[in-house]
């Protein structure tokens, strides 16, 4: 008490306290944690490549997980079966057809045992890998698809239309092929005055966008061979950058500022003046390599060097890039595998699977959300895409489109039978003699029409070869002069 300026004794009220309310944003992912499996787990012994560039080395589907690794006089992969855990033999074989390095492969979405992949002897290959795996090295591709004139650094195959593979090079090249003949069908050679750092598919394959060195984001419409949106400058840095597509249309990229800080942006295609938003991370010189689950819309970001995964929410909400988690260990990472999501336990609530590869091991990190319920989680697991496709590589070339086609994983993914691949050369100077058997009128016009296409396809490539040699010509006027 205390006497106030009456001479009255008066208590002394205390000060009312404001609590201030921390609003937490709601996620179902705000608690993903990931964990590193055991040893007896993971794949030992494995000579990791160690070739000077940024690809992530692994690929993995619900059925293999392959390797780039160091071999002597040319350029090889491991392909394990999941289940073949533990020391790999230094004898155990390897898809060994190409003679200079591998720098990039990729699983076909649509056959868990076809796989590309991309080297330094400037050729692309497509592998058909026997039901169990590999007994002894394969040396001889289905097909061997031969139209860049420098190191292949990107294959990515088309997300929804059969045998629609793109590939890209140093030497500023992106070819989409379609590999059910073995043809160049469309070639991109104007639009990169630079090295392609990456490429990306939209959700439906209609579009592609490319990270380039001349530090431009370009959209690309590859079939019409335009170039819809284009952003110069999207990360200000001179180290590689990246430009995936999300699921929305959006463009989601990596890179360095100017001080070597990395950063995360996100941009709208159509206006591409300002970012939506942009990120700054940290001084880290490690190229940030995205993956992305277009169900949840998580983008994963695993550094090249770095000893962490950063997982990050995409909403429509400020800020719009939501930072969720980081998973962290020991040893740094040389590169990486993605799971697709058909791959993932769903009973166990594993929302995303990663291959990390170290100096001479693989090791498996599995990304799971706490929940106390043993019952499907519906919002954990939307239908997400199954093997089957939407299209055919004719019908996409023709310019259809269409959306990939989802399964439910509510009873868990069952492999079905995948069917071999076939390639048909469609070459008239090896037609063998017909039979002396008069031909219907239905087989004449098939057969009209199919050495019209074969016509039409040698035109595109005597036009390709004129254009390059003009290229060439110019190139010698000016070192001449």
């Not at 016509?455 to 006027?477: C, F, G, M, N, W």
């Amino acid at each position: 008490k205390k006497r106030c300026h009456l001479g009255n004794a008066c208590a002394i009220l205390p000060r009312p306290r404001i609590r201030i309310r921390r609003v937490v944003r709601q996620s179902k992912f705000r608690h993903v944690f990931g964990q590193a499996v055991k040893n007896d787990q993971c794949y030992d012994d494995i000579r990791v490549s160690r070739v000077t560039w940024d690809s992530s080395f692994c690929a993995v589907n619900p059925k293999f997980v392959a390797i780039i690794v160091e071999a002597s006089g040319g350029g090889a992969f491991l392909v394990l079966p999941l289940h073949k855990t533990g020391r790999i033999d230094k004898a155990y074989p390897t898809v060994c057809g190409h003679t200079g390095p591998v720098l990039d492969i990729d699983w076909c979405p649509h056959n868990d045992h076809v796989i590309a992949s991309g080297s330094e002897d400037c050729t692309v290959m497509v592998w058909q890998v026997p039901e169990n795996g590999l007994t002894s090295s394969m040396s001889e591709p289905v097909v061997v698809l031969e139209g860049h004139s420098k190191r292949v650094g990107i294959v990515t195959w088309h997300p929804t239309a059969r045998n629609v593979l793109l590939s890209a090079g140093c030497d500023n090249l992106i070819i989409i092929w379609n590999v059910g003949t073995g043809e160049a069908m469309i070639s991109l050679d104007d639009m990169h005055p630079d090295v392609i750092f990456s490429v990306s598919w939209s959700r439906n394959g209609s579009l592609i966008c490319t990270a380039c060195k001349d530090k431009k984001v370009r959209v690309i419409d590859p079939r019409n061979q335009q170039i819809t949106a284009e952003k110069d400058k999207a990360h200000e840095g001179a180290r590689p950058m990246r430009a995936i597509f999300l699921a929305d249309g959006n463009v989601f990229t990596t890179g360095f500022s100017r001080m070597s800080e990395r950063q995360l942006a996100l941009w709208n295609p159509k206006n591409m003046d300002e970012p939506i938003t942009v990120h700054e991370m940290d001084t880290s010189n490690g190229v940030l390599l995205p993956f992305y689950d277009p169900d949840t819309n998580v983008v994963y970001l695993c550094g090249k060097g770095d000893s962490s995964i950063r997982y990050f929410e995409i909403t429509d909400e400020a800020p719009y890039v939501h930072y969720l988690n980081t998973f962290s260990s020991k040893e740094p990472q040389r590169g990486m595998g993605y799971m697709p999501k058909r791959g993932l336990d769903v009973n166990k609530c594993e929302i995303a699977r990663f291959y990390k590869l170290h100096e001479r091991k693989c090791e498996p990190i599995i990304m799971t959300v706490p929940r106390k319920s043993d019952l499907f989680q519906d919002d954990l697991y939307p239908d997400t895409a199954g093997p089957d496709c939407a299209l055919e590589a004719e019908e996409w070339f023709e310019g259809k489109n269409g959306d990939p086609i989802l399964i439910s994983l509510k009873h868990g993914y069952i492999p079905g039978k995948n069917r071999d691949l076939k390639v048909i050369k469609k070459n008239v100077l090896e037609g063998k003699p017909a039979k002396k058997v008069e031909p219907t009128a239905p087989k004449n016009e098939a057969k009209m029409e199919e050495l019209l296409r074969e016509v039409k396809s040698l035109r595109d490539l005597v036009t390709l070869q004129e254009r390059r040699i003009a290229k060439l010509e110019e190139q010698v006027a000016k070192v001449a002069i």
